[in-house]
């Protein structure tokens, strides 16, 4: 069965503070990660997807298919990294995604 | 550019009833998926249209179901509601390529069924 776990529901940190997003995925085939994130009232939004490699927001996220993790990562956290983070996998590449359960990050000042 | 839009915002029904659920898609984006997100739980995948046809479905019993229009908006029906199809039902339209690309979020539809 395909799964993507988020083992942390809920995460504080203090600001300036190393912050990890844990996720890690079950899939047959070969994985397509990404993390999208929920401002408060605002709309999920993508972050970020392993295949592009880049850094948003201060965030990297490293696939590790031994592993099969792909956990968010951000050397020091700001205030308004406070917000919901899903970790998606991609199945069907359409598009189609099964999310974590989310972990709500909260950078305490 | 607009962004994906979905109405109602919000919506109460009775049990046993049946409620439709609408989705502008992102201009250009010609598919269109549907998620349900109970309260606590990540989004769960329901199904996908592509240019009006179905394109994938996850684990949804029949009585959810959905059209594509020619301009690519859509519909999710859901018949004989029960109590646990309570949750927010979001839309997302995207651009099909040869890998996952961005998909795009609406606010989503907060159905309470009661």
């Known amino acids: 069965a395909q799964r993507v776990t988020q083992p942390e529901k809920l995460l504080s940190v203090f600001k300036g503070a190393p912050v990890e997003l844990k996720c890690n995925y079950s899939y047959s085939g070969s994985p397509e990660l990404f993390w999208y994130v929920q401002y408060s009232r605002q709309r999920l939004q993508l972050l970020l997807r392993?295949?592009s490699r880049e850094s948003i927001k201060g965030f990297t996220a490293d696939l590790n298919k031994g592993e099969t993790s792909f956990h968010l990562k951000k050397p020091f956290a700001q205030e308004e990294d406070s917000a919901m983070y899903y970790c998606?996998?991609?199945?069907?590449?359409?598009?189609?995604?099964?999310f974590g359960t989310g972990t709500s990050l909260t950078v305490i000042p | 550019e607009t962004g994906v839009t979905q109405s109602p915002t919000h919506l109460i029904k009775t049990r046993g009833q049946q409620v439709t659920l609408r989705c502008s898609s992102q201009?250009?984006?010609?598919?269109v998926s549907w998620y349900q997100q109970a309260l606590g739980q990540g989004p769960q995948f329901i199904f996908q249209?592509?240019?009006?046809?179905?394109?994938g479905r996850g684990n949804f019993p029949p009585r959810f179901s959905g059209l594509q229009f020619p301009n690519y908006s859509s519909e999710l029906n859901v018949n004989a509601l029960e109590l646990d199809d309570s949750a927010l039902y979001l839309c997302a339209s995207s651009i099909p390529g040869g890998a996952s690309t961005e998909a795009f979020f609406g606010q989503g539809t907060r159905l309470t069924v009661v």
């Open positions: 201009s250009g984006h010609n598919t």
């Open positions: 392993h295949i």
């Open positions: 998606a996998l991609a199945f069907n590449t359409g598009n189609q995604f099964y």
């Open positions: 249209y592509y240019r009006e046809e179905e394109n």
